[in-house]
């Protein structure tokens, strides 16, 4: 008669060789875009994993160690975009909705809105021109019910045929009207000086606030996430809506009229400070949140690219405050000069700062204009002027010819596409490195349990490297060729 227990062991061995043997066969699904090719957004060939294997170059990850939680990506309703949409066909129109918030697109789950005008708008405008109208009685967004209303609102539809999770927008001031200023005009036409509130009006601006998502929720259905205190309160531009801030100005606003006025009518809306480069992001972080009666009204910190990577400011700001997150909130490139045949360095630059600041705790990106025309416009100087000179326009992932009805995806489409269509909101950032100067490289855990691993190959040569995910008790590897100046996202469970 056979040993029960030698038969018992057998075949519990067998069960674990067999199902360590399907660890390791596990397969990840590999999808590329790389210059010189069709590749954009498209998908490989299944890669298959294996056990450990020698690599000179290695990605290595381990979902074991997880760090911050994502809330999403997504880019501006401006009213420049929302005019550019406003010009194409119904065909083209779905077509720019799908490429960014339908399931086979971008799946964009966050959005900016601007208070009132922006450098891009038609024009100057804002939602009560009334002087001296303190209690904001003739306030109205009609003006918005125009174009923007319009755009997000099939945004907002777009998403939900295939998900449920909400479209979260952050709303953010370039100016207020012109009669709360000290100098009676939007602009700041003596650089920060004067460019701010008469103290007569700071709770009439508080109100407003209050006012604006009040009436997008009940006129049209539209329910604002957030809002930043002030877009760029240093940058003071001569020629567009701006308005100054320091620190201890925006604290002292925050805590003594912005905070009781939102927290009192909009208990959850997520309040954010700063809204601009990251260079001074440390400074502002410690001015207001070290003030008791500043801090408990803010969410967290909105930062801007234009100052350069300084990723460190982000890890400082984030162990100084680790709980108050960190949202990219703009970031746009030049404007594109030929949109039929677009930089490729532009996809690059995208990546690398979004790589960059997830990997130094940032829980989204927020792009600018989500469609400009094909000069980059239109905005207050423009588009007729964009080729004299002044030069103005940007670059936006979407450049449409409105005459010939046709629409120019930007390599930044596609190189954040590889991040954003796969890294879904509530997905943890989980360690991720490698060790090669052209590699750059970042991964997550969505809530259904896949990993997301992201590589970019900033080099004029291809590199083939060893994927290695050491998570738990197992090891499992599988060998990737990154062409040059490409990106990948690799996905597996």
């Known amino acids: 008669m056979p040993n029960i227990n030698l038969v018992w062991w057998l075949l519990c061995t ?12 596990s397969s990840a699904e590999w999808f590329r875009t790389a210059q010189g090719t069709s590749d954009r957004l498209t998908r490989q060939h299944d890669l298959q994993f294996s056990a450990d294997f020698p690599s000179t170059i290695t990605v290595l ?21 929302s005019y550019v949409f406003s010009k194409l066909n119904s065909t083209l129109q779905s077509q720019v909705l799908d490429m960014y918030f339908s399931e086979e697109g971008l799946r964009y789950n966050m959005a900016r809105l601007p208070i009132g005008s922006c450098d891009f708008s038609l024009g100057v405008y804002n939602y009560d021109n009334v002087s001296k109208d303190s ?6 967004i009609d003006h918005d019910k125009q174009l923007i209303i319009p755009f ?26 012109y009669w709360m200023k000290q100098l009676d005009i939007t602009y700041c036409v003596l650089g920060c000086l004067l460019c701010n509130l008469r103290d007569e009006y700071k709770a009439t601006w508080a109100l407003y606030f209050s006012k604006f998502i009040s009436a997008y929720y009940a006129e049209a259905g539209i329910d604002i996430w957030g809002v930043t205190v002030q877009n760029e309160p240093g940058a003071c531009p001569l020629d567009y809506e701006g308005m100054h801030f320091t620190p201890e100005t925006e604290r002292d606003f925050l805590k003594t009229y912005l905070g009781p006025q939102l927290s009192k009518d909009h208990p959850k809306l997520k309040i954010l400070i700063y809204d601009h480069n990251k ?5 502002w972080a410690k001015t207001i949140y070290t003030d008791a009666d500043a801090t408990k009204y803010a969410w967290g910190t909105a930062v801007h690219w234009y100052s350069g990577d300084q990723f460190d400011n982000l890890n400082t700001t984030h162990f100084l405050f680790p709980d108050k997150p960190i949202l990219a909130t703009e970031a746009t490139d030049a404007r594109e000069e030929n949109p039929k045949n677009p930089l490729w360095s532009h996809g690059e630059h995208y990546a690398h700062d979004i790589i960059g600041d997830m990997n130094n705790w940032v829980v989204g990106f927020i792009d600018w204009n989500l469609l400009l025309d094909m000069l980059g416009g239109p905005d207050h100087a423009g588009p007729k002027e964009c080729e004299g000179p002044i030069k103005c326009g940007s670059d936006a992932m979407l450049l449409a010819d409105a005459e010939n009805q046709v629409v120019y995806p930007q390599v930044f489409y596609y190189y954040v596409g590889h991040i954003s269509k796969f890294v879904s909101r509530g997905s943890v950032r989980i360690s991720s490195s490698v060790f090669n100067s052209t590699l750059e ?3 997550f855990l969505t809530p259904l349990k896949q990993v997301v691993v992201v590589v970019m190959n900033t080099g004029d040569q291809p590199i083939t490297f060893k994927l290695l995910d050491t998570s738990g008790n197992k090891q499992q590897a599988v060998k990737v060729t990154a062409l040059a100046h490409s990106i990948q996202t690799i996905m597996y469970s």
């Not at 067998?14 to 660890?23: G, I, K, N």
């Not at 209690?135 to 109205?140: E, G, R, T, V």
């Not at 260079?279 to 400074?283: K, L, N, P, Y």
């Open 279 to 283: 260079d001074h992001v440390v400074e």
């Open 152 to 177: 997000i609102k099939q945004a907002i539809e777009t998403r939900k045929k295939w998900s449920n999770s909400t479209l979260n927008i952050v709303a953010s001031p370039w100016s207020p009207p």
């Open 14 to 25: 067998l069960c674990v060789a067999q199902a360590r043997r399907m660890e390791t066969a």
């Open 441 to 443: 490289c970042t991964a």
């Open 61 to 81: 990850i381990n979902r074991s160690v997880t760090y911050q939680t994502i809330e999403g990506f997504g880019g501006a309703f401006t009213e420049s975009a």
């Open 135 to 140: 209690n904001l009685d003739h306030f109205s």
